[in-house]
């Protein structure tokens, strides 16, 4: 059974920085994580990012553009989201999400059968 591991949430001030962490057990390449959604309270599940284990391509939300990275760690069937620039507006219930196939899903939270349990992030204006 795939298993996905969030870590790495908290509070931070307006301007500060957060690394999550996803990791992956109990499943195949296949169903390596593949991005990054949250939610706020009150609002629908949002893409924040994305990446493909076959390549280098990465995809972000328009929101996070040029404050957020995504990056896999292969030797640890992980995935890393390093938060910059933090804003109040960032707070949310950050999940990962995995699917059955390798190929990079797209930004659809319908496309993903495997999430993890959330970890949360406060940023404090």
């Known amino acids: 059974q795939v298993q996905l591991v969030e870590s790495g949430g908290g509070l931070v001030q307006t301007g500060g920085s957060l690394r999550l962490s996803c990791s992956a057990s109990g499943g195949t390449s296949n169903t390596w994580p593949k991005a990054w959604f949250r939610q706020a309270p009150g609002k629908e599940r949002e893409f924040v990012a994305g990446l493909s284990w076959s390549g280098p391509s990465t995809f972000y939300a328009d929101s996070v553009k040029g404050r957020f990275t995504i990056s896999r760690d292969t030797a640890k069937n992980m995935v890393n989201l390093q938060m910059n620039s933090l804003k109040p507006d960032d707070t949310a219930v950050y999940y990962c999400?995995?699917?059955?196939?390798?190929?990079?899903?797209?930004?659809?939270?319908?496309?993903?059968?495997?999430w993890g349990q959330g970890t949360q992030v406060t940023v404090a204006s």
């Open positions: 999400a995995a699917a059955n196939f390798r190929a990079y899903p797209g930004s659809s939270p319908a496309l993903y059968a495997y």
